[in-house]
């Protein structure tokens, strides 16, 4: 992957976050969400948005060691004829 790639998916990764997370926030002060599990459906959204975030800063983390310790081509010496 080139680096031009990964700072676009780096890019990326908090932009679709931020849209993700948005909208239950701005619903929480006055909704009324159905308890999932015991925990209202708008927080079990956030969290799990949060939790995905994590993992997908992870692998980016992991792709990063990919992309930027890459060995660079050997240097090309001057004959010394």
Known sequence: MRPEKFAALAFLLPLLG???ILPPLVLLPGGT???LFGI???I????SVWLLLIGG???LQRLSRQVFDT???PAQRASDD
């Open 71 to 73: 060995p660079s081509p």
């Open 44 to 47: 079990a959204y956030i969290f």
């Open 33 to 35: 969400a159905s308890p």
């Open 57 to 59: 800063a992870y692998a």
């Open 18 to 20: 931020a849209i993700l």
């Open 40 to 42: 209202p459906a708008n």
